[in-house]
């Protein structure tokens, strides 16, 4: 193909369209850490559901309060919804405005989390262990100068709150042919 269209290919390029950077809370990834947590932050030697829950609680009392505060809309979605496409229609919101949080998206999906269980045979002893479950996320949708837009910072609302920072490899290349003043018509994925 690159032979037979030598003369018409002015430019060619190799990206990765989304790179993803997972970040952990790094004191919260054991049984040991999260227990130890809860007893010198918390000040709770046994660890119960609703303790879990109340750190929960706290962290989506701050992203609602954070969203209030900044007047950032907070909006539900629903699992395998387009959030990029959700997000982009709070775009011009922030027209003017080099960097910003342009959309919170919620949205429940399944996250490794830490659950406090007592088991049904043997020992009767409350349990904490980790477990695959269905739990909110909020996706903060960022205006960048050099990554542009559709970038998100997706945080989990449960302990241990794992962190997915998903960048728009096409929107970067966008942004840095903007700023050195080249112009070119960009649909979708492909530039001209």
Same mark, same amino acid.
């Given at each position: 193909m690159a032979e037979r269209f030598a003369d018409e290919i002015t430019l060619e390029y190799s990206l990765v369209d989304r790179m993803r950077v997972r970040g952990h809370v790094l004191?919260? =990834?054991t049984i040991t850490m999260l227990r130890n947590? !809860? =007893?010198q932050v918390r000040h709770v030697d046994w660890i &119960?559901? =609703?303790h879990l829950q109340e750190v929960t609680d706290d962290f989506v009392r701050f992203v609602e309060d954070y969203a209030q505060l900044h007047n950032i809309p907070l909006v539900p979605a629903k699992p395998r919804e387009s959030h990029v496409d959700k997000a982009a229609e709070y775009l011009d919101? /922030?027209?003017d405005q080099q960097r910003a949080v342009?959309?919170?998206i919620k949205v429940q999906e399944e996250t490794s989390s !830490? /659950?406090?269980y007592v088991p049904k045979k043997g020992d009767k002893q409350r349990k904490i262990s980790r477990a695959r479950r269905r739990v909110n996320?909020?996706?903060f949708f960022i205006k960048d100068p &050099? !990554?542009?837009v559709g970038n998100s910072i997706r945080i989990s609302s449960y302990a241990p709150f794992p962190v997915t920072v998903c960048f728009n490899g096409h929107n970067f290349v966008a942004q840095y042919l903007k700023s050195r003043g080249i112009g070119f018509p960009m649909c979708d994925n492909m530039f001209v």
């Open positions: 004191n919260l =990834q947590y !809860f =007893q &119960e559901p =609703q919101r /922030v027209a342009y959309c919170i !830490f /659950v406090s996320h909020y996706y &050099e !990554f542009g």
